[in-house]
């Protein structure tokens, strides 16, 4: 009967192209991979790859089983969690980690509750990008994160939406852009964009690339600055923005095609690890519904 390390095999070789690929992911030799393919396929009464090509090609029995494995190994690493958090007690240290163009103040009434509550346990809090925070969580470097919504979350977090957050395009008053309408998203192009990309140089899902010409910055409050030195436009939360606004210094970009804007999802992140650990459901139970 198939075995874990058969589908892990599978899925690594369809992933990663080719069979070396695929040990080389997994920290295999590549015969130990081939034979657990072909042990499926055996237990399968089927080929699951073509392999006349250079590459291996998934047949069509193949594409039927991918998304059985996909569901059956996420089971697997759900149950495995769950086992290991069978006998832990609650933490005397938890880390969160927060997207910083996620307000802080906001949070704050939610960790006086959380003291309360567990008063003996000490917090620790980070600022990082949204892809770096879900990076630190697979290495369960801090224990739950706070992020702008991603379309991609891996397997072995659990998550929840916790409210939204306004977005707009803003540019230095200085810029010349703030002198002039944009009739279209091409005259974004002829200027440069400030974008924010995670230290392991990855873009979120939400922030386009639209001009040729990028400068990067790994949280809000760099391309806040990156603006006012009229070094581009960007996409900003509307209250890391609000005080150069009212100052005068930055402006929402004028735009002919009106709202730009757009109310982007804040997701709590846990590693299902901890998730079912009492304080972990009471700090989820404070943070909904916070924005």
């Known amino acids: 009967m198939f075995s874990i390390d058969q589908l892990h095999a599978f899925i690594a070789t369809v992933e990663a192209g080719?069979?070396?690929?695929?040990?080389?992911?997994?920290?295999?030799v590549q015969s130990v991979v081939s034979q657990h393919i072909i042990n499926l396929e055996i237990d399968c009464n089927t080929a699951l790859f073509d392999r006349s090509g250079r590459y291996p090609k998934l047949t069509a029995a193949g594409e039927k089983l991918l998304p059985h494995a996909h569901a059956l190994l996420s089971q697997h690493q759900r149950l495995q969690n769950t086992a290991l958090s069978l006998t832990d007690n609650t933490p005397t240290e938890i880390t969160i980690a927060l997207d910083e163009g996620v307000p802080f103040k906001n949070i704050a009434n939610t960790i006086n509750e959380l003291q309360i509550k567990y008063p003996n346990i000490t917090l620790e809090f980070l600022n990082a990008s949204s892809l770096d925070i879900i990076d630190m969580l697979k290495n369960e470097?801090?224990?739950?994160?706070?992020?702008?919504?991603?379309?991609?979350?891996?397997?072995?977090?659990?998550?929840?939406?916790?409210?939204?957050?306004?977005?707009?395009?803003?540019?230095?008053?200085?810029?010349?852009?703030?002198?002039?309408?944009?009739?279209?998203?091409?005259?974004l192009r002829l200027h440069r964009q400030l974008l924010i990309r995670s230290r392991n140089t990855q873009t979120s899902s939400f922030q386009l690339k639209v001009s040729p010409d990028i400068?990067?910055?790994?949280?809000?409050?760099?391309?806040?600055?990156?603006?006012l030195q009229g070094h581009g436009w960007c996409l900003l939360p509307d209250h890391v923005a609000v005080e150069a606004v009212e100052n005068g210094r930055l402006v929402k970009l004028p735009l002919e095609f009106e709202e730009m804007g757009w109310q982007a999802n804040v997701d709590v992140l846990q590693h299902q690890r901890h998730s079912n650990l009492a304080v972990f459901k009471v700090l989820r139970h404070l943070l909904r519904n916070l924005l």
């Open 18 to 28: 080719s069979f070396s690929a695929a040990a080389r992911r997994l920290s295999k």
């Open 141 to 187: 470097k801090i224990l739950t994160g706070v992020i702008f919504s991603e379309l991609v979350i891996p397997s072995y977090l659990d998550f929840e939406c916790i409210g939204t957050i306004k977005f707009d395009l803003y540019v230095a008053k200085s810029h010349p852009l703030a002198d002039q309408v944009c009739e279209n998203m091409d005259i």
């Open 215 to 227: 400068w990067y910055a790994d949280n809000y409050f760099l391309l806040l600055e990156l603006a």
